[in-house]
T-cell receptor
């Protein structure tokens, strides 16, 4: 079962930063946070992952709180093509190596 | 394109028929995963392989489902005696070992009539 909590849906104005929160209060020390997004009729697309430190790549930034109980995915300048369902996943080592997806956050970027 | 490839993209079958899907992972990835996704839900884990060994199976994988990865490269997922409840998107993903992320294909959409 997914061990993360995300808002069901969010809106963001085109060109503004989209900040997507995720709670993972039961995360343990060696477990990573991963973010994926899924556009209708396509497979999930990997965005970014991290353990403790903040991470940035060409797609997004990941901010993980110091206690690691929550994180935020930041899309710095949202475009219409960023409209998708965003999944926050914690990889639990005690359940093997699979990723457990929740229902994610449906982000709509508004022109 | 060196991503994960799945075939077919769409499959319509009648209840009771058998179907088989194929997944070709990224070539250097030794881990391969199968997921199922129904409308409005996130992907649900079915099974995963490390090389040719099937290391874990979900309770969702009933005895009508079987997956193979005979040479540690491509994989097949077979569903026998399909039921309407099997209608879903079947997703394949691959990864390297360790904390490497999964890379997904675009799935096979199964419709059982």
């Amino acid at each position: 079962d997914a061990k993360t909590t995300q808002p069901t849906s969010m809106d963001c104005a085109e060109g503004r930063a989209a900040n997507l929160p995720c709670n993972h209060s039961t995360i343990s020390g060696n477990e990573y946070v991963y973010w994926y997004r899924q556009i209708h009729s396509q497979g999930p697309q990997y965005i970014i992952h991290g353990l403790k430190n903040n991470e940035t790549n060409e797609m997004a930034s990941l901010i993980i709180t110091e206690d690691r109980k929550s994180s935020t995915l930041i899309l710095p300048h949202a475009t219409l093509r960023d409209t998708a369902v965003y999944y926050c996943i914690v990889r639990y080592s005690n359940t093997g190596n699979q990723f457990y997806f929740g229902t994610g956050t449906s982000l709509t970027v508004i022109p | 394109d060196t991503g994960v490839s799945q075939d077919p993209r769409h499959k319509i079958t009648k209840r009771g028929q058998n179907v088989t899907f194929r997944c070709d992972p990224i070539s250097e990835h030794n881990r391969l995963y199968w997921y199922r996704q129904t409308l409005g839900q996130g992907p649900e884990f079915l099974t995963y392989f490390q090389n040719e060994a099937q290391l874990e199976k979900s309770r969702l994988l009933s005895d009508r489902f079987s997956a193979e990865r005979p040479k540690g490269s491509f994989s097949t997922l077979e569903i026998q005696r399909t039921e309407q409840g099997d209608s879903a998107m079947y997703l394949c993903a691959s990864s390297l070992e360790g904390v490497s992320p999964l890379h997904f294909g675009n799935g096979t959409r199964l419709t059982v009539t």
